[in-house]
């Protein structure tokens, strides 16, 4: 398993575009399908709905979960071990401001338990990341830092480095603008071999020819570094 960190701009995700809708899911007159039409999905990183989505760290917490499976509040509230009401205000939210999908009810003695899926969320271009406002971009990295830091602690402490070829790696590098352009290329093809590879395994696994798969972790980031001797930003109180 190899980590990293990740911020090549191809595979920042971005959400998605229109307007702000304001929908109360506990409305049991709204059917299935007219919640459906009414949530509008993102697709622009510069979407204001993005950077509210990923304002509190339950909500990142809620969405990584979603990204792997579907799910209910009530599943969810478990899971996190979160109280049940607070976990159902911010799956209404993450719905209303379209980042996740009503995939379907259940009936569960008598009452009604919706389940959501996250939105598979498009790869940003680097024209798109750059011209995205600074705030919308912070709003992405802070939530992806967030889901890279649970993500590896929890890995760490269930064993997950223990394999001998597991790997972590922090390298500290002063670069001109052609050595930071030949990283990013070299970071690039890493993806595209990650791709390679992983379709590799599924055409394995759909013959029947595949060993039994794990879960496995790779964080990829490149960015303009503060070193940890150098001056802190401050913020005003």
Request: aromatic share 4%.
């Amino acid at each position: 398993m190899a980590t990293s960190t990740c911020c090549s701009a191809p595979d920042r995700a971005a959400p998605l575009s229109g307007p702000a809708i304001h929908l109360s899911l506990s409305d049991s007159c709204l059917t299935t399908d007219r919640i459906r039409t009414l949530t509008s999905q993102i697709e622009n990183i510069g979407d204001p709905r993005y950077v509210r989505a990923l304002g509190h760290p339950l909500r990142v917490r809620i969405l990584a979960i979603l990204e792997e499976r579907t799910a209910s509040a009530v599943e969810l509230s478990r899971m996190l071990q979160a109280d049940i009401g607070v976990v159902a205000y911010h799956v209404r939210k993450l719905h209303q401001l379209g980042l996740i999908e009503l995939e379907r009810e259940t009936r569960v003695r008598g009452a009604i338990q919706r389940h959501y899926r996250a939105y598979e969320r498009p790869r940003v271009s680097d024209d798109a990341w750059e011209q995205a406002p600074p705030i919308a971009k912070q709003a992405a990295v802070d939530a992806a830092l967030q889901q890279i830091h649970d993500y590896g602690r929890a890995s760490n402490a269930a064993g997950g480095f223990d394999r001998r070829d597991a790997h972590i790696t922090r390298t500290a590098l002063r670069l001109d603008p052609e050595g930071w352009e030949k990283l990013a290329r070299s970071l690039r093809r890493v993806l595209e071999d990650v791709a390679e590879i992983e379709a590799e395994v599924a055409a394995r696994e759909q013959a029947g020819e595949a060993e039994p798969l794990e879960d496995v972790g790779l964080v990829l980031m490149q960015f303009e570094a503060l070193p940890f001797s150098g001056p802190r930003p401050t913020h005003d109180a």
